[in-house]
């Protein structure tokens, strides 16, 4: 298992993947640090796996500010097939 990750999700109403941030392997569990402002409140939790920190910003965002959430960072934006959800393997 690596590392680190990149989290990324797909709220529905924003209708792209967003870069949540990225989790890096902390003794048994991962760290979450936010790539935007809007997953700010995850920042330094700690999550069993990088599955569990995918899951927490999914909630994170609410549907109505879902579209906030694409425009804080539009450069952290590409195109995945409809309700997909990945999280993106990082270098070691």
């Excluded at 680190?4 to 760290?31: C, H, L």
């Excluded at 939790?45 to 960072?73: G, I, M, Q, W």
């Amino acid at each position: 298992m690596s590392d680190n990750y990149i989290i990324e999700i797909r709220p529905k109403p924003a209708g792209r993947t967003v870069q949540a941030g990225i989790v890096v392997r902390d003794g048994q569990s991962f760290r979450f640090f936010a790539a935007v402002d809007a997953f700010y409140v995850l920042e330094r939790r700690l999550f069993k796996n990088p599955k569990a920190a995918e899951e927490a910003a999914l909630r994170t965002v609410p549907t109505d500010h879902a579209a906030e959430v694409k425009k804080s960072n539009p450069n952290a934006v590409v195109d995945v097939p409809e309700n997909h959800s990945t999280i993106g393997k990082g270098e070691k």
